[in-house]
């Protein structure tokens, strides 16, 4: 057998050089195009839906958000299983869709059967996708520590929430930066539930007031000495005294 393979290419130069020629450039193209990953992305491909429901139990949030987006997620084209993890205030949905599926398609079709359930949710629930990332895209983990002691944990998770993650998040190629520890800062409103009853004013009532005077409220124009002034009521809060009553 290999004495005829050299015979036929001394007879065949030109055909061997050919193959030869062929065979170079295809290898220089497969080299070429060929991705390299030190880690190759192994993982399905995944559409996760977060929900939050503040303050409900595990067997609620199942039956009233995971079981509903579910079933609806059964029906989606190229899915292979739907899983769902419920616990104390918030839901999981993991929609598994077909190998060689295009993320950007399969997120579409999930925010498509979403909006057909947005009615059946609870009010107030609205799920959201999880991040453009794949299963083993966490990259990097980093941490805010100040050894000069003049930060405290609730000034250096504002600093991560405001101005660095916003850094990272331009990165190319980088689809999420997750905030985990540190205080995040907020203001209070300790309710003393004997005032409430003393005076009777509902609950609700009180929380519907703290909210809508956290607003700003548009007004018309007035024109005083040929000038004309824009008239609106500035009603954010932007410090503790404005909660203080």
Known sequence: MIARVIEYSAKNPFMILLSVFFLSAWGYWAVT???????PDL???QVIVYAEWSGRSPNL??????????TAMLGAPKVKYVRGTSDFG???????FEDGTDIYWARSRVLEYMSK???KLPEGVNPILGPDA????WVFEYALVDESGRHDLAELRSFQGWYLRYQFQAVPGVAEVASIGGFVKQYQVNVDPNRLLAYNIPFTRLTQAIRMSNNDVGGRSIE???REYMIRGRGYIT???DLQM
């Not at 949030?61 to 079981?67: A, G, L, P, S």
């Open 224 to 226: 005083m000495s040929e």
């Open 90 to 96: 918030f839901s999981y949905v993991y929609v598994i």
């Open 239 to 241: 410090r503790l005294e």
């Open 33 to 39: 195009k060929t991705p390299l990953d030190a880690i």
């Open 134 to 137: 794949t299963g083993v895209g």
């Open 117 to 119: 359930i947005a009615g």
């Open 43 to 45: 993982s399905d491909v």
């Open 61 to 70: 949030i199942e039956d009233q958000i995971t079981y509903p987006i579910v």
